[in-house]
């Protein structure tokens, strides 16, 4: 059974720092593309960040550049989120997910991020 598991949310001040992290069972985690998506309350999900299953290829969404760092860790199966320099507007649920192809076959549960002004 897949399993991807977020962690490290919580309530931090903008301006400040979070790093969320997303533990992978049940799969081949050094052949899976990962990415990391969010979704605020009443918006439609977005895209955050992705990376190749080798680390080699990493891209990220508009909103989040060069504040957000993906990296990965295949021997521990578990890729990264590095948020800096937090906004109100990043406030949302963020998921990781999992990819052998075109799509993302596989979600965590999320883990909530809320930033105060």
């Known amino acids: 059974q897949v399993q991807l598991v977020e962690s490290g949310g919580g309530l931090v001040q903008a301006g400040g720092s979070l790093r969320l992290s997303c533990a992978a069972s049940?799969?081949?985690?050094?052949?899976?593309?990962m990415g990391w998506f969010r979704q605020a309350p009443g918006k439609e999900r977005q895209f955050v960040a992705g990376?190749?299953?080798?680390?080699?290829?990493?891209s990220y969404g508009d909103s989040v550049k060069g504040r957000f760092i993906i990296s990965r860790d295949n021997a521990k199966n578990t890729i990264y989120l590095q948020m800096n320099t937090l906004k109100s507007e990043d406030t949302a649920v963020f998921y990781c997910?999992?990819?052998?192809?075109?799509?993302?076959?596989?979600w965590g549960q999320g883990t909530q991020v809320t930033v105060s002004s």
């Open positions: 049940g799969l081949p985690f050094s052949s899976y593309r």
């Open positions: 990376i190749s299953w080798r680390g080699s290829s990493i």
């Open positions: 997910a999992a990819s052998r192809g075109f799509e993302f076959d596989y």
